[in-house]
């Protein structure tokens, strides 16, 4: 697939969802990732932080051909070599991870690429960079992302027209039943959601829940 096509698949998106070695063991990996893809997900993306690197290529290994029975794009979280190795759609990479564009001379010109974004101006800074698309947040405290505070609300709808306008930006970060309508009233169009969904009674159901809300939001 084109980076074309892969953005132009990735702009009718609503419910990005994450399978985090932060709460999924590895041998429940691929269940997961087909709950996630059975109840609707858009797009998935293996977060695997300081997890040996052998560890989260098998794991890749195993769910890049779920996704791809679905059409869904896979992510992968940091590791742009291994994202090249394993045919993966896209990388993730925070604002920690280098340039855009040093990243794009690894992964090459058909590969998304996601930059985790904490405020206007960084999103404005991925666009310029040119990245494919961004997270948003985290808008409420989560365990996720422990140790970085909520950047809450208010700069959703500035963020949405200036940025989100021109390519798919996901906001992320606490997003739960209980709050998900104050976030698309804020303006947002996309969404993360993480922590309610991985540790939910029924995680098909869960994801399905929240694109149906988002869908209706929007």
């Known amino acids: 697939m084109s980076l074309t096509d892969r953005r132009s698949q990735l702009s009718e998106a609503l419910l990005y969802g994450i399978v985090d070695f932060g709460y999924v063991a590895e041998e429940k990996?691929?269940?997961?990732?087909?709950q996630l893809l059975n109840g609707g997900a858009d797009v998935i993306q293996l977060r695997a932080k300081?997890?040996?690197?052998?560890?989260?290529?098998?794991?890749?290994k195993r769910i890049i051909?779920?996704?791809?029975?679905?059409?869904?794009?896979?992510i992968l979280n940091d590791y742009p070599e291994m994202a090249m190795e394993v045919g993966a759609d896209g990388v993730h990479i925070g604002q920690d991870d280098g340039a855009i564009a040093d990243v794009r001379k690894i992964v090459g010109e058909e590969m998304l690429?996601?930059?985790?974004?904490?405020?206007l101006e960084q999103a404005k800074q991925a666009l310029d960079e040119g990245a494919d698309y961004i997270g948003?947040?985290?808008?409420?405290?989560?365990?996720?992302k422990a140790g970085r505070s909520a950047i809450g609300l208010d700069e959703v709808s500035k963020m949405e027209a200036q940025v989100g306008a021109i390519l798919p930006a996901f906001c992320i970060g606490g997003i739960k039943p209980e709050n998900i309508g104050k976030v698309l009233a804020a303006g947002a169009r996309r969404c993360v959601v993480v922590s309610h969904i991985l540790t939910a009674e029924n995680i098909r159901e869960a994801t399905a829940e929240a694109r149906k809300v988002i869908a209706?939001?929007?």
């Open 29 to 34: 990996m691929e269940e997961v990732t087909s």
């Open 50 to 60: 300081g997890i040996p690197e052998q560890t989260v290529f098998n794991v890749v």
């Open 65 to 74: 051909p779920l996704c791809q029975s679905f059409g869904v794009d896979f």
């Open 113 to 119: 690429i996601g930059r985790s974004t904490h405020s």
């Open 136 to 144: 948003f947040g985290p808008l409420y405290p989560t365990p996720t």
């Open 216 to 218: 209706a939001g929007v």
